[in-house]
């Protein structure tokens, strides 16, 4: 069974820095692709970041580029997203999903739908 437990999320004011976690059982992070999402109240979900470990392809949404880092550490089997100089607008709900195979994934990692594995979504509140 494909289970992936998202944590890391807090609250933090403007300019802080987080460090969210996807640890993943049921599956070998270096096989998939692996994404963030987030939802804010009242808004849709949308694609963070994405990687694809066993070709180090990394994908971000343009209003994190410079700031988030993904990562994964294929020996813990877990992914990482570092979130400095956090904005208020990064509220929402983070939320970490995989698929594969990545590279076909990855044509598509802002879709919601490319993803069959979701994992809980972890609170981001940052203050202004």
Do not use: H
Not at 26 to 39: E, H, P, S, T
Not at 76 to 105: F, G, H, R, W
């Amino acid at each position: 069974e494909v289970q992936l437990q998202a944590s890391g999320g807090g609250l933090v004011q403007a300019g802080g820095s987080l460090r969210l976690s996807c640890a993943a059982s049921g599956l070998n992070v270096d096989d998939y692709a692996i994404a963030w999402f987030r939802q804010a109240p009242g808004k849709e979900r949308e694609g963070v970041s994405a990687i694809s470990s066993s070709d180090g392809s990394k994908y971000y949404l343009d209003s994190v580029k410079g700031r988030f880092t993904i990562s994964a550490d294929n020996a813990k089997n877990t992914v990482y997203l570092q979130m400095n100089n956090l904005k208020p607008e990064d509220t929402a709900v983070y939320y970490c999903a995989a698929d594969s195979p990545p590279l076909a994934i990855l044509s598509s990692w802002t879709r919601e739908s490319a993803f069959d594995y979701w994992g809980q979504g972890t609170q981001v509140t940052v203050s202004s």
